[in-house]
């Protein structure tokens, strides 16, 4: 199995502002994905990220409004720029492995 | 594309009875079909998944689901409902051409059990 941990795992930010989210998985893995949850919504998917190519995103959602790095096969970072109010959400990176699809504990915020 | 409908939004069940939350899918070829569960404030978690072989699935917490390839379908089902089964459950799939391909989740059903 993948242990996936993320940093924070809450934060309360202002808008205007924006936020690093940090996804450390235990082995190394060819895609993560970052997915948002807004309140008592399903998720859905932002981007899937490649080690050392660009990110791909879903339609919706763009690269200067979330920028993604994925430096090496275990690490990748969200950013959530210029936060508004509508961004408030739980945003999860997930990882394939095997069969499976591993999810981490995910980023609470709370933009006011 | 590959989509999920889950028809309810909300499903609810007397404690003791059998619970079935639905799930459709729609995707090029066969899929790998899964379901979560959701408690609140807290991660998702992984309930069960169909990858290949028999159509009933056996999962975590007494939950099993049916993979209907004719229907589309893979509905999530209990024998006997407990309260603690209260929760969000989501249906997921992904395509099978690639195992780095992206799961897509349906809207969610909320499960409601009363005493």
């Known amino acids: 199995s993948a242990v996936i941990s993320q940093k924070p795992s809450r934060d309360i930010c202002q808008r205007g502002t924006s936020l690093t989210i940090q996804c450390q998985v235990d082995s190394q893995v060819t895609m993560m994905f970052w997915y948002r949850q807004q309140p008592g919504q399903s998720l859905t998917l932002i981007a899937t990220?490649?080690?050392?190519?660009?990110?791909?995103?879903e339609s919706g959602f763009v690269i200067d409004k979330f920028p993604i790095s994925r430096p090496n096969l275990t690490f990748s970072t969200l950013t959530v720029s210029n936060m508004s109010p509508e961004d408030s959400s739980i945003y999860l990176c997930s990882v394939v492995w095997g069969d499976e699809q591993y999810f981490g504990p995910g980023t609470r915020l709370t933009v006011t | 594309a590959q989509s999920v409908a889950q028809p309810e939004d909300q499903v609810n069940v007397a404690e003791g009875n059998p619970l079935t939350v639905k799930c459709t899918y729609s995707?090029?070829?066969?899929?790998?079909l899964f379901w979560y569960v959701q408690y609140p404030n807290r991660g998702l978690q992984f309930l069960l998944k169909?990858?290949?072989?028999?159509?009933l699935v056996k999962g975590s917490y007494g939950f099993e689901a049916e993979f209907n390839k004719s229907q589309t379908s893979f509905h999530l089902k209990k024998p006997s409902a407990l309260v603690s089964d209260s929760a969000l459950y989501f249906c997921?799939?992904?395509?099978?051409?690639?195992?780095?391909?992206?799961?897509?989740f349906g809207s969610g059903t909320r499960l409601s059990i009363r005493p």
């Open positions: 995707v090029s070829g066969n899929p790998y």
């Open positions: 997921a799939v992904r395509a099978r051409y690639s195992s780095a391909s992206k799961i897509i």
């Open positions: 169909y990858i290949t072989g028999d159509n």
């Open positions: 990220a490649n080690q050392g190519s660009e990110a791909t995103y």
